[in-house]
């Protein structure tokens, strides 16, 4: 599990700098808008029958769109295979009291940064989210 975190937060963090280099851009703008939306869904989520499923997709889509920001077919498809054992961590992780919400507070947080054009705090804040399930603070 640990490494496949470790390989997440190198996949994802490089993708957090690739986003805010081309900030202005188009494409970073509607990363931007497509986080907003499914900030929103997340939310929604939280209230659903189908519950945490629902909550737990769209937590995976929020994450995806970052990665797909890259246009890295092999950044997508170390992805895809890091899907299992992100999907254990995440039910498992979901299963502690108020972690669900503690997630979107961080992934609302991670998107603030990232818009306000805070780099470096975007990517402790994505860093520490990710690394959470191993109970460790690196940043």
Do not use: W
């Amino acid at each position: 599990m640990r490494e496949s975190i470790e390989v997440r937060c190198a996949i994802e963090g490089f993708c957090v700098h690739l986003a805010a280099s081309l900030r202005g851009d188009l494409r970073f703008t509607t990363l931007l808008k497509d986080m907003e939306e499914s900030l929103k869904r997340q939310k929604d989520a939280l209230t659903s029958d189908n519950f945490p499923a629902s909550f737990t997709e769209e937590d995976h889509k929020f994450h995806m769109l970052l990665v797909h920001f890259a246009r890295n077919s092999e950044f997508d498809h170390l992805f895809q295979r890091l899907l299992y054992m992100i999907h254990l961590t995440t039910a498992n992780a979901l299963t502690v009291t108020g972690r669900t919400q503690a997630t979107l507070e961080e992934h609302e947080n991670f998107y603030q940064q990232l818009k306000d054009g805070n780099t470096d705090q975007a990517y402790q804040v994505l860093i520490a989210h990710l690394m959470m399930p191993l109970g460790m603070n690196i940043i």
